[in-house]
């Protein structure tokens, strides 16, 4: 029998996860775009190292046309595309779960679009991502606000996919 309540309640969720995706999609690619410009502008390309904080991390300038590590680098236009194509995917994946996701997830999804869409921007626009961020602590590439969303994001939607996996099983094997 169709219950009226549970669309109320299907259509609700969906409206809150949606907002609050969208939100969270506008703060974080709003935060990566005001960080790039000021970087952009508080630098003179490429001089590096001018600002560094307690020797965990140095404030640089770098314009990358490639990927993480400076893989495939000068290929800004293919990254874009596979960029542009996961986006999609994401914002797909996105708008279906909003019917029944945590909050959580929504927030995990929204931290991962606003990232590539952040890095997709620079790469259509200038034809390279502004990275500004170094850590000094460890070997690491420097990388940007979107790059922090991304890796946020994918962080949180693995622990809510391992949190769903844990509680669905326990949910079953208490049945059996």
Not at 126 to 149: E, K, Q, R
């Amino acid at each position: 029998m169709f219950d009226v309540t549970d669309t109320a309640t299907s259509k609700h969720k969906r409206a809150r996860n949606g907002a609050i995706f969208a939100l969270c999609v506008l703060i974080w690619f709003f935060l990566d775009r005001i960080t790039k410009v000021l970087a952009e502008s508080a630098f003179i390309y490429p001089r590096r190292g001018d600002v560094c904080v307690d020797h965990l991390i140095r404030f640089d300038l770098v314009h990358n046309t490639g990927a993480a590590w400076g893989s495939f680098s000068d290929a800004t236009s293919l990254i874009a595309l596979f960029t542009a194509i996961l986006c999609v995917i994401i914002l797909i994946f996105a708008l279906y779960e909003a019917k029944q996701a945590p909050c959580v997830e929504m927030i995990a999804l929204a931290l991962i679009f606003a990232g590539g869409i952040g890095n997709l921007f620079d790469r259509v626009v200038y034809g390279y991502v502004v990275d500004m961020i170094t850590p000094l602590f460890i070997s690491f590439p420097t990388f940007n606000v979107a790059d922090i969303g991304v890796t946020c994001g994918v962080i949180l939607f693995g622990g809510v996919v391992l949190w769903q996996m844990i509680t669905t099983h326990s949910d079953t094997s208490e049945s059996c």
